[in-house]
C-alpha cells in the first residue's frame, strides 16, 4: 500500500517538473526565435479594448512586447501617459499594436459604430454587400480606398462624349470612415463587442445583428463635396469596392484598368 501511495507521489512530482520545463521551454520561445534579429519594444493589446476607453485605463490591456524592428508600426503609441484624455475610437484586439491613430479626443468619440467628422467634410452613406467591405470587416475610424467599376453605359458621359467601354480604378485613398451599419440602420458591431455582449448575455440580439449582417452594411464616408459627387455617380450608374487601407499603406494606382490593360 505505502509502496503504491509512494509511486503516486513520486509520479506527481515527475508530472510537475515537465510541465514546468515545458512552460519555461515555451516562453522562452519568443526569445530563442529574436536571438538574431533586431528587435524593439511595443505595446500591444492582450485583451480586447472596448472602444471609447479612455487612455487611462489602457495599461490593464497592454503589454510591452519585443517584435523584429521591420514589423514595428510607424504609428504606434510609445507612452500611453502622452495620449492624455484620448479613447479608444474603436475596438481593438489582442495582437494588434498600439496606435495613435485608433485614438481620439473624448469629445469626438460619437459611440462604438461612429467618430467625428473633420471640420470641411461631409458625409455620404453607400449600401454595399459583405463581400465589397473587406467580409464586413471595415470599422468606424478606419481608412479605406475606393474602387470604382464602371459598365459601357456609365462611361459615356456630357464631358467625354467619346468614352466607351467599362473599367475599374482605385479612385480614392485612405478615405475615413465615420460610421458603420448594417441595413436595419442598427450598428455594426466589432468581433470584440459581440464577444462582450455575449457573455453579458445579449446572444439574442448578438444573433439578430449577425443575421441583418448577411444582407449588406451601410458604409459612411467623410468627404469633400466633389468627391461625394464622384461616389453618388458610382453608386447610381457603377459599382464600388473597398479596401481597408490604414495610414502607412503604400498609394498607388495602375489607371483605369480594363479588359485589355488586365492581363498585362
Known amino acids: 500500500m505505502k509502496a503504491?501511495?509512494?509511486g503516486g507521489i513520486a509520479a506527481l512530482v515527475v508530472a510537475i517538473?515537465?510541465?514546468?520545463?515545458?512552460?519555461?521551454?515555451?516562453?522562452?520561445?519568443?526569445?530563442?526565435?529574436?536571438?538574431?534579429t533586431e528587435t524593439e519594444d511595443v505595446l500591444v493589446v492582450k485583451?480586447?479594448?472596448?472602444?471609447?476607453?479612455?487612455?487611462?485605463?489602457?495599461?490593464?490591456?497592454?503589454?510591452?512586447?519585443?517584435?523584429?524592428?521591420?514589423?514595428?508600426?510607424?504609428?504606434?503609441?510609445?507612452?500611453?501617459?502622452?495620449?492624455?484624455?484620448?479613447?479608444?475610437?474603436?475596438?481593438l484586439v489582442p495582437g494588434e499594436q498600439l496606435l495613435n491613430s485608433r485614438m481620439v479626443d473624448a469629445s469626438a468619440f460619437l459611440g462604438p459604430a461612429r467618430v467625428a467628422v473633420p471640420a470641411g467634410l461631409q458625409e455620404?452613406?453607400?449600401?454595399?454587400g459583405i463581400e465589397r467591405v473587406v467580409g464586413g470587416q471595415i470599422q468606424a475610424g478606419n481608412t479605406v480606398g475606393v474602387f470604382i467599376s464602371l459598365g459601357d453605359g456609365a462611361a459615356a458621359t456630357a464631358d467625354a462624349p467619346a468614352a466607351s467601354g467599362n473599367g475599374t480604378q482605385l479612385t480614392f485613398h485612405k478615405v475615413l470612415v465615420t460610421a458603420v451599419q448594417f441595413s436595419s440602420g442598427a450598428p455594426a458591431q466589432t468581433q470584440?463587442?459581440?464577444?462582450?455582449?455575449?457573455?453579458?448575455?445579449?446572444?439574442?440580439?448578438?444573433?439578430?445583428?449577425?443575421?441583418?449582417?448577411?444582407?449588406?452594411?451601410?458604409?459612411?464616408?467623410a468627404t469633400n463635396a466633389v468627391d461625394a459627387e464622384k461616389l453618388v455617380y458610382a453608386t447610381e450608374f457603377g459599382?464600388?469596392?473597398?479596401?481597408?487601407?490604414?495610414?502607412?499603406?503604400t498609394e498607388g494606382t495602375s489607371g483605369v484598368v480594363?479588359?485589355?490593360?488586365?492581363?498585362r
Open 192 to 221: 470584440a463587442q459581440t464577444t462582450q455582449a455575449s457573455s453579458q448575455g445579449a446572444l439574442k440580439a448578438d444573433s439578430d445583428n449577425k443575421q441583418t449582417s448577411s444582407d449588406s452594411y451601410l458604409i459612411t464616408f
Open 4 to 6: 503504491r501511495l509512494l
Open 47 to 91: 485583451q480586447e479594448v472596448p472602444a471609447g476607453t479612455p487612455a487611462s485605463q489602457l495599461g490593464q490591456y497592454v503589454v510591452a512586447k519585443a517584435v523584429p524592428r521591420t514589423a514595428v508600426a510607424t504609428d504606434r503609441v510609445d507612452d500611453i501617459g502622452a495620449l492624455g484624455s484620448k479613447v479608444t475610437s474603436v475596438a
Open 258 to 263: 480594363n479588359q485589355t490593360k488586365v492581363f
Open 239 to 249: 459599382k464600388i469596392y473597398l479596401s481597408k487601407e490604414p495610414a502607412d499603406a
Open 124 to 128: 455620404i452613406t453607400v449600401r454595399l
Open 17 to 36: 517538473i515537465g510541465t514546468v520545463l515545458l512552460f519555461n521551454y515555451v516562453q522562452g520561445a519568443d526569445r530563442r526565435a529574436l536571438a538574431n
